[in-house]
């Protein structure tokens, strides 16, 4: 069984002894077991470790300030020259374990346990390279059909206004076409609204990964409650995923009771 584990349960699923008070530690440490036992393939959304680990207060003069690495190479051929463009992230805005090492401790402790981690490749996006050095890489036509498919999903949540369309509104509304550069002049009020914002973007992206790579289920215990019918996991958004793609959400006491 493939499930992708959202980022409020992870560290549960990880590591269950460290939550002792957890209502539900039995399912948790069942649901541990299972991947031990290779019964669960385990999957996590990249955005855990790079959108999700920036501090919500930080988010607005993180992405404000967020600029793409560009290089660009020049190959003689003949009478001619081309232009080799390589738009990637800037190494200046990776993020990384150094002030994160509870994180950190629950990330090597995946690792060990066999979890997957993928990710959703945008131009210029952020990166956390020890994660990247030991993340899920896939290959050939395999690669060339979970991008096909990540991209095409994530397109039709950003068309319904989830996911990364919603911290690109808000900085569009300050800075034209340039989001990034429009979340700075975002006043001081804006400021939890994209973090929020953040937090959603990582949501389609996850859900986004969960549909390319065929997962059975979505385990997670957001119901978007807050977030209103916006949210990609609202029961709107919902009701098209799985329609379309059979993308399901389980909370961890109903996946328990599967196994």
């Given at each position: 069984m493939k499930i992708i584990f959202d980022s409020n349960v992870w560290q549960i699923v990880t590591i269950p002894q460290d939550f002792p008070t957890e209502t539900s530690l039995s399912d948790f440490e069942k649901i541990n077991h299972a991947i031990i036992d290779k019964t669960i393939e385990p999957f996590l959304s990249e955005t855990i470790f790079t959108i999700e680990a920036i501090k919500k207060i930080e988010r607005q003069d993180f992405f404000s300030s967020t600029k793409p690495k560009i290089v660009i190479k020049e190959k003689a051929n003949g009478n001619s020259i081309s232009l080799d463009f390589n738009i990637g992230p800037n190494e200046k805005d990776s993020i990384d374990f150094d002030e994160r090492p509870i994180l950190k401790k629950y990330f090597d402790e995946a690792i060990r346990l066999g979890f997957k981690i993928t990710r959703l490749p945008r131009i210029g996006g952020l990166v956390n390279n020890e994660v990247d050095a030991v993340r899920y890489k896939q290959h050939d036509?395999?690669?060339?059909?979970?991008?096909?498919?990540?991209?095409?999903?994530?397109?039709?949540i950003e068309d319904a206004e989830a996911g990364m369309t919603q911290i690109k509104n808000i900085g569009e509304?300050?800075?034209n076409q340039n989001w990034m550069k429009g979340l700075k002049s975002s006043p001081e009020t804006d400021r939890n609204k994209i973090a929020k914002a953040a937090a959603e973007w990582a949501d389609?992206?996850?859900?986004?990964?969960?549909?390319?790579?065929?997962?059975?289920f979505f385990c997670t215990r957001d119901q978007a409650k807050g977030a209103?019918?916006?949210?990609v996991l609202s029961q709107q958004n919902l009701t098209w995923l799985r329609n379309d793609y059979n993308f399901q959400t389980i909370s961890p006491e109903e996946l328990a009771k599967l196994l």
């Open positions: 036509s395999n690669l060339s059909q979970y991008l096909d498919k990540v991209f095409e999903v994530v397109r039709k509304q300050y800075g389609g992206d996850s859900v986004a990964i969960s549909v390319a790579l065929n997962c059975d209103g019918s916006k949210s």
